[in-house]
């Protein structure tokens, strides 16, 4: 499956952006999705996944409360909502699918999409 995200942007601290991540086909339904991103010098980072279904959702401390992660297997997309952003939550993120059922870490992930630029100025 392919994946291309869309929806970075530049956002003033305590904004909001939506992300979105499109699939290209029907596969899209077999996969458990995540969210990554890495900011610079840093290691690359889970943020949220979703089971295949949207039965199961799991976020990282960092952002729960503040993101929420959604699918809609009829279109092929998942979606990354960033409420309250903080200037810490500036990166590059990816959208990423997996086989498996739901993971957090980004070696179980088989595809990957080019990232989007997220900045969140102070």
């Known amino acids: 499956v392919q994946l291309v995200e869309s929806g970075g942007g530049l956002v003033q601290a305590g904004g909001s952006l939506r992300l979105s991540c499109a699939a290209s086909?029907?596969?899209?339904?077999?996969?458990?999705m995540g969210w990554f991103r890495q900011a610079p010098g840093k290691e690359r980072e889970f943020v949220a996944a979703?089971?295949?279904?949207?039965?199961?959702?799991y976020y990282a401390d960092s952002v729960k409360g503040r993101f929420t992660i959604s699918r809609d297997n009829a279109k092929y997309t998942v979606h990354l909502q960033m409420n309250s952003l903080k200037p810490e939550d500036t990166a590059v993120y990816y959208c990423?699918?997996?086989?498996?059922?739901?993971?957090?870490?980004?070696?179980?992930?088989?595809?990957w999409g080019q990232g989007t630029q997220v900045t969140v100025f102070s």
């Open positions: 990423a699918a997996s086989r498996q059922y739901m993971p957090t870490t980004g070696d179980a992930y088989d595809n």
């Open positions: 086909g029907r596969t899209f339904v077999t996969y458990a």
């Open positions: 979703i089971s295949y279904s949207g039965s199961r959702i």
